[in-house]
């Protein structure tokens, strides 16, 4: 497994149901090194911290592969890494190969594998299409939050190496199939 794009974003304002809402799904990729803390990546905000973000919810992880999917299902979408919110895009690992309780480590950061991503009307915002938040959660292309259990530095093209593979829990899929 290795980590192909870091993404971040800063809060940026867009209108809900006549209100404004604050919104860290605008992700970008850096270059070079990053920080890990607690709660998160050095320079990455999330708007809802009852959603998303805060020490249980630190790092989205989307997998590179899950892009061809969705390419071919909307071509019209220019499909950046990020754009799905992550944080990590990565490659070599899946919803079907990741279990609940895996333990990772990237660069100098040791990470655990907490839940699958449940997405809100904003990932329709981001990509300028509503129809894919319900498509998004019916596919099992969830992608999945990371929990920071050392802080460190981390890259891209870094190594994601497997500390501890808990297979005597769930995979991400089996905990999507029961949300």
Request: proline share 4%; with cysteine; charged share 25%.
């Amino acid at each position: 497994m290795q980590v192909i794009s870091i993404n971040v974003g800063e809060l940026r304002t867009i209108p809900r149901r006549g209100h404004q809402i604050k919104t860290g799904i605008f992700k970008q990729p850096i270059e070079g090194t990053i920080a890990v803390q607690s709660h998160g990546l050095d320079g990455d905000a999330q708007g809802d911290l009852t959603l998303h973000g805060g020490t249980e919810k630190a790092i989205y992880v989307y997998p590179k592969e899950h892009y061809k999917y969705w390419g071919k299902k909307f071509p019209e979408l220019n499909l950046s890494w990020g754009i799905f919110g992550e944080n990590l895009t990565i490659e070599g690992a899946s919803e079907d190969t990741v279990y609940i309780g895996d333990q990772w480590q990237i660069g100098s950061a040791k990470f655990e594998v907490v839940e699958p991503r449940e997405p809100c009307y904003k990932l329709g915002v981001s990509v300028g299409n509503k129809k894919i938040v319900k498509q998004f959660s019916e596919s099992g292309r969830s992608g999945w939050y990371l929990r920071v259990i050392q802080e460190g530095e981390i890259k891209p093209s870094d190594t994601i190496s497997v500390l501890n593979k808990n297979i005597h829990t769930v995979t991400v899929t089996d905990l999507n199939k029961f949300l």
